[in-house]
C-alpha cells in the first residue's frame, strides 16, 4: 500500500526544545516537500528536496533543518530558535520536478510547543 | 514576487447551491493544480489543468484555466455536505521546482 506516512499525528513539546518529525514514502518519489499551515491560512514552504543529499530553503526556512540522507526519507527539525513552532506540520511528495507533478501530502504532524 | 490569490477566502452556502471559488495570478503559469483539504485533514490533489482556456469536469466540479493562463476557477453544481473543505489553487513557481499555493477558499454547506 503505498503512500506518505508521518509520525508522530500530534506532538507536545517544552519551548526550547528542538522536535524532529519523520516523513516517509514508499512512492518511488524524487522530490519531498515540508510545508507549515495556521489555523485558517495556506501552505507555506519550508524546505524542498529535488534529490537524495540535496535540498533548497522555502519561504520560511528559519528555524527548521531538513536532511534527505534517503529518498524515502525527509525528516524536519524544528529548532528553538522558530519562535512560533505551534502549527501543523505537512510533507508531501512528487514524482519529480513537483512544479509539474501533483504532490501527495502525508496526514500531518500537529505541534504544540509550550 | 509572484503570487497567487483566491477569493472569496470563505464562503457559507446553502445545500444544493452553486459554489465558485476564483484562483488569479500575478505570473502566467505553465499549469495549474486544484487541491482539497476536508476539515482536520490533509490536501488531496483534484486536478491539473495545461491549456489555455482549457475546461474539465469531474462529476459536479468544472475546472477552468484562463486565456492568458494566469487565472482558474472552481464551480461546484448544487453543493453538498460532502463538499465542504478548503480548496486550494497552485501554480509552479519562477524559480525552483515547486508550487506557490493560494490562501485558499474555504467552503461551508448548511443542510
Known amino acids: 500500500d503505498g503512500g506518505i506516512t508521518q509520525s508522530p499525528k500530534y506532538l507536545f513539546r517544552k519551548e526550547g526544545q528542538n522536535v524532529t518529525l519523520s516523513c516517509e514514502q514508499n512512492l518511488n518519489h524524487d522530490a519531498m516537500y515540508w510545508y507549515r499551515q495556521d489555523p485558517g491560512q495556506g501552505l507555506r514552504l519550508i524546505y524542498y528536496s529535488q534529490i537524495v543529499n540535496d535540498f533548497q530553503k522555502g519561504d520560511i526556512a528559519e528555524g527548521y533543518s531538513v536532511s534527505r540522507e534517503k529518498k524515502e526519507s525527509f525528516p524536519l527539525t524544528v529548532t528553538s530558535a522558530q519562535k512560533n513552532p505551534t502549527a501543523f506540520y505537512l510533507c508531501?511528495?512528487?514524482?519529480?520536478?513537483?512544479?509539474?507533478?501533483?504532490?501527495?501530502f502525508g496526514p500531518g504532524t500537529r505541534l504544540t510547543v509550550t | 514576487g509572484q503570487q497567487v490569490m483566491q477569493i472569496p477566502q470563505y464562503q457559507h452556502v446553502q445545500e444544493g447551491e452553486d459554489f465558485t471559488t476564483y484562483c488569479n495570478s500575478s505570473t502566467t503559469l505553465s499549469n495549474i493544480q486544484w487541491y482539497k483539504q476536508r476539515p482536520g485533514g490533509h490536501p488531496v490533489f483534484l486536478i491539473q489543468?495545461?491549456?489555455?482556456?482549457e475546461v474539465k469536469k469531474q462529476k459536479r466540479l468544472t475546472f477552468q484555466f484562463g486565456e492568458a493562463k494566469k487565472n482558474s476557477s472552481l464551480h461546484i453544481t448544487a453543493t453538498q455536505t460532502t463538499d465542504v473543505g478548503t480548496y486550494f489553487c497552485a501554480g509552479p513557481a519562477e524559480y525552483g521546482n515547486k508550487l506557490v499555493f493560494g490562501a485558499g477558499t474555504i467552503l461551508r454547506v448548511k443542510s
Open positions: 489543468l495545461v491549456k489555455s482556456g
Open positions: 508531501a511528495s512528487s514524482l519529480d520536478r513537483g512544479s509539474i507533478y501533483e504532490q501527495y
